[in-house]
């Protein structure tokens, strides 16, 4: 494989490409803009189509078209624009049709500005919009590691026939770094529920209206099933030093890449210290936060480019074994390593560098 230059979003699309997303609906939104940028120009390269919606409303409802029809599509937005597709997100898991939704994310609330964040943490990991669903949530660490889950997310898409949801920041979609694209044919699946026409068989209807409360309760249990199965077979992450750690770091995406260079610094001066990064945020890693062994670890601090939204799922999974501290900037502003380390030390009642 041949490495390449390449700036997060732009990767993304070409992992789109040859993950075999032919279609892409979106409305332009910084942080992310270059990714319809470069879907418009790349789609019909390949025989595709790239349609720029009137709204992110307009947008999410094309994507529910195109999946009903059996073929991979893909929209991209960032905080506010997601916002707008939740409705159409509601339906589409209702419908059981598989989607794929990249996230750039920027600070917030309401408008907020167009730095990088982590706050829609909550709305990413809790379905976002009316109903009980989830979608599957995806959070890459870097360019390299985007473009292997946007090709994984179009797979597990249409294993669960759910959509999924990559949530990047700002930093990840603005930022260059060198990337190697995987040779693998996109894993099609038969799609025997899709609108392809009914010649010859009985008509498909895509919907998620379901007016029988006890039919829509027993729709209900089932995605709950498939949702238990996505716990059990395809929860993501990666664990670092945790042997002999007394000091557990977890963070996801950009922050836990500002969490491995304090993990250097605390180790210089002495601190045993380890990392959990959730790869996938839903399912969460639940049993790796179980597995933590309360005599050895002090405290877990979770580090978020937030005011705290992971660490209720840390806190949660825990069960009050093990303290669970808090550290995150919010608004667009990125944590340091030797805020993290200060954090670190403070809580062990170590002397603090100013």
Not at 60 to 87: H, K, W, Y
Not at 242 to 261: H, I, K, M, N, Q
Request: hydrophobic fraction near 35%; proline fraction near 6%; glycine fraction near 10%.
């Amino acid at each position: 494989m041949t490495r390449v230059l390449m700036k997060g979003a732009e990767a993304v699309g070409e992992a789109a490409i040859k993950a075999g997303c032919r279609h892409f609906f979106g409305y332009p939104i910084t942080p992310q803009n270059e990714i319809p940028e470069y879907m418009s120009r790349r789609l019909p390269q390949v025989g595709g189509t790239y349609v720029q919606g009137e709204s992110e409303v307009a947008s999410i409802n094309m994507l529910f078209g195109c999946a009903g029809a059996g073929v991979r599509v893909m929209t991209s937005s960032s905080s506010p624009g997601i916002s707008l597709m939740q409705e159409g997100i509601s339906y589409i898991a209702g419908a059981e049709l598989p989607v794929v939704v990249i996230n750039m994310v920027r600070g917030g609330p309401g408008l907020g500005g167009i730095q990088p964040a982590q706050s829609d943490y909550f709305q990413a990991t809790r379905g976002g919009g009316h109903g009980d669903y989830y979608t599957m949530v995806l959070a890459p660490s870097t360019v390299q590691e985007a473009v292997e889950l946007v090709m994984d997310a179009f797979d597990l898409a249409d294993k669960y026939r759910n959509p999924v949801l990559v949530l990047g920041d700002g930093i990840i979609g603005q930022m260059m770094e060198p990337v190697e694209f995987p040779e693998r044919e996109p894993a099609l699946v038969d799609k025997p529920w899709a609108t392809t026409g009914c010649k010859g068989r009985e008509p498909n209807i895509v919907k998620s209206l379901l007016l029988d409360p006890y039919e829509l309760e027993e729709h209900n249990r089932k995605l709950q099933q498939k949702y238990e199965r996505m716990k059990r077979e395809d929860v993501r992450v990666e664990t670092v030093d945790l042997d002999g750690a007394e000091v557990v770091l977890c963070a996801y995406g950009t922050t836990s890449r500002v969490c491995r260079t304090a993990m250097e610094r605390l180790r210089e001066k002495g601190v045993k210290v380890g990392l959990v990064r959730p790869i996938t945020l839903f399912p969460f890693p639940e049993k790796t936060i179980q597995s933590l062994d309360p005599k050895k670890v002090k405290f877990i601090l979770t580090v978020e480019m937030s005011l705290g939204q992971m660490v209720q799922d840390v806190k949660l999974y825990t069960e009050g074994r093990i303290p669970v501290h808090f550290f995150g900037r919010t608004g667009g502003v990125v944590p340091t390593p030797q805020e993290v380390v200060r954090e670190v030390l403070k809580r062990l009642g170590k002397e603090v560098e100013k």
